[in-house]
């Protein structure tokens, strides 16, 4: 069975940072594509960061390329996404995936990814 479980979600306000964990169990996230999603309040979960199995190419949504960064542990099975320079509109459930492995360029679409995790909340103050 896999799950995926997201944690350091929070309050912060604008220009601060934080970093989210997604810790895997029953897959192990250096074989396949994982990636982050968001989802704000009245809006379509959208697609933010994703990371090739190979953990050699990394993609990242315009809206936050240069601000976010994802990567992984191996060893400890978890995947991260750190945020700084954060803006009220980065306010959102956030959401770890993951899907096969596959070109990683594909993989900015939601539907590419098998397996969910429960989401963790993220509120960015002005």
């Known amino acids: 069975q896999v799950q995926l479980v997201e944690s350091g979600g929070g309050l912060v306000q604008a220009g601060g940072s934080l970093t989210l964990s997604c810790t895997a169990s029953?897959?192990?996230?250096?074989?396949?594509?994982t990636g982050w999603f968001r989802q704000a309040p009245g809006k379509e979960r959208e697609f933010v960061a994703a990371?090739?199995?190979?953990?050699?190419?990394?993609v990242y949504a315009d809206s936050v390329k240069g601000r976010f960064t994802i990567s992984r542990d191996n060893a400890k099975n978890t995947l991260y996404l750190q945020m700084n320079s954060l803006k009220p509109e980065d306010t959102a459930d956030y959401y770890c995936?993951?899907?096969?492995?596959?070109?990683?360029?594909?993989?900015?679409?939601?539907?590419?990814?098998?397996?969910w995790g429960q989401g963790t909340q993220v509120t960015v103050s002005s």
């Open positions: 029953g897959r192990t996230v250096s074989s396949y594509n």
């Open positions: 995936a993951s899907g096969p492995r596959a070109p990683i360029q594909g993989f900015t679409d939601r539907t590419k990814y098998t397996y």
């Open positions: 990371i090739s199995w190979t953990g050699g190419t990394t």
